[in-house]
């Protein structure tokens, strides 16, 4: 096993008092499953910025801890989602990069977290997954470790919502949560994918129909919907109320459809159709079998809607990073 440091940062909302236990239990399932060290603590875990309270601390500092993160660490778990991860990208230079290429430390996290996450993958060509890293019980444990590991673990999904592949669908998993991906793409020079090769996965939480609307039509003018290779929806839940109602998922399935029609049937015609699969695991909320998605590994899905992922293990490395 190469994980032999693992560490928990907070680059962007703070995890409450209450969750210490959970933390906790997480840090010890990993260190007594992988057989490392005592793991690192940020020390921003727990704190609030002065200024901007619904950070962890100013960005100088969550930036230094990542810093530090990606030339120690081999396991680099993001606790918590909420808002101010992507201000360290722009603190990010390209030696930092150049450290992550070359280390490959294996970093995880959810929500929020999803614009380091892509931004790493695109970046670096560095595998990542998109898990919330505290809500691990012993199923999920058990996946997300194989995963790190390099097994192959399987899901399975709930229901195509257009027919069905010829044949089983490979590719590249990309995406996480919904909003923050177009947040992603939505910059002056927005970062380029070759689309084909992809298959993307999201979910969303607190979003209407007229937010997705508007979240589509971004991803529509970065042309993913025209090359993807597959689409994977998760939970897309309204206001008020938790993507555990069912509800919201047929709101979200009715628009998706009805938004992409036009897309779904030029493909068809085309000869390369768009596969879109739901999940009832993915996404936020989610209390049972929650998946763990490698972006920049590798999926399998097949007209059974079984879902298979992998990661290739982390090679063992010399040396440390400077």
Request: charged content about 25%.
């Amino acid at each position: 096993m190469s994980y032999e440091k693992i560490g928990f940062i907070a680059p962007s909302t703070c995890l409450s008092a209450k969750e210490k236990p959970v933390l906790n239990r997480t840090a010890r399932f990993l260190k007594q499953a992988l057989g490392v060290e005592e793991p690192y603590f940020s020390p921003h875990l727990f704190s609030s910025d002065a200024e901007i309270d619904h950070v962890t601390a100013p960005v100088e500092a969550r930036a230094e801890v990542f810093k530090k993160a990606i030339r120690e660490l081999d396991l680099i778990i993001s606790v918590a989602g909420g808002t101010g991860a992507e201000d360290l990208v722009r603190e990010i230079d390209g030696k930092d990069l150049r450290i992550i290429r070359d280390r490959r430390p294996l970093f995880i996290g959810f929500s929020d977290f999803t614009f380091l996450l892509n931004e790493i993958y695109h970046a670096c060509r560095v595998p990542v997954i998109y898990f919330p890293s505290l809500k691990v019980g012993k199923g999920d444990f058990r996946n997300l470790l194989a995963l790190i590991s390099g097994d192959e673990i399987q899901y399975r999904g709930a229901s195509w919502l257009t027919p069905p592949p010829p044949r089983r669908l490979s590719g590249i998993p990309l995406g996480g949560n919904l909003s923050t991906f177009v947040n992603f793409l939505n910059r002056g020079v927005p970062p380029k994918f070759s689309w084909k090769r992809h298959i993307l996965f999201f979910e969303d939480v607190q979003v209407d129909v007229e937010d997705l609307h508007r979240l589509l039509a971004a991803l529509r003018r970065h042309h993913v919907f025209a090359g993807i290779k597959g689409i994977v929806v998760g939970s897309v839940s309204p206001p008020g109320k938790n993507s555990s109602s069912k509800e919201p998922g047929r709101d979200a399935v009715r628009f998706i459809l009805s938004y992409l029609a036009d897309v779904i049937k030029e493909r068809r015609q085309q000869g390369r159709p768009l596969p879109i699969l739901t999940v009832s695991n993915f996404g936020h909320d989610i209390r049972r079998n929650l998946m763990a998605v490698p972006i920049g590994g590798h999926v399998t899905i097949s007209r059974s809607k079984r879902i298979s992922f992998r990661l290739k293990k982390r090679p063992a490395r010399n040396g440390l990073a400077a």
